[in-house]
């Protein structure tokens, strides 16, 4: 993916979203990410996820899908906390860089 390591924020904080409103696996987080433009591989997000939970933004467990299992990721306290400040960043950023382009 051109430009990754900008966008990779952006992903971290995708996931970070959904995990905090339900549970969510890698494939559904792949495809999720499709449709907003982003192309991540499994050998991009699966790394990420476990560094998430590693770092206790996300907490992990297995669940049977069919005859496979696959393991489901939902935000910790923790990671909700960083979500709502992230939010905060978000919009003063967000504020900044349209009032900038709207007075160009």
Known sequence: MKHQDLLSGFIRLHVL????????????MIDE?????YRVS???LYPMLH?????????????????TQRRVYRATPYGIEALA???EKILELF???VSKSARS
């Open 17 to 28: 979203h959904h995990a905090s409103e339900e549970g969510l696996y890698g494939q559904w």
């Open 33 to 37: 990410l499709a449709q907003h433009g």
């Open 42 to 44: 499994p050998g991009t």
């Open 51 to 67: 560094s998430m939970e590693r770092k206790g933004y996300l907490v992990s467990r297995t669940e049977r899908a069919g005859r």
């Open 85 to 87: 400040l992230a939010q």
């Open 95 to 97: 504020h900044e860089v």
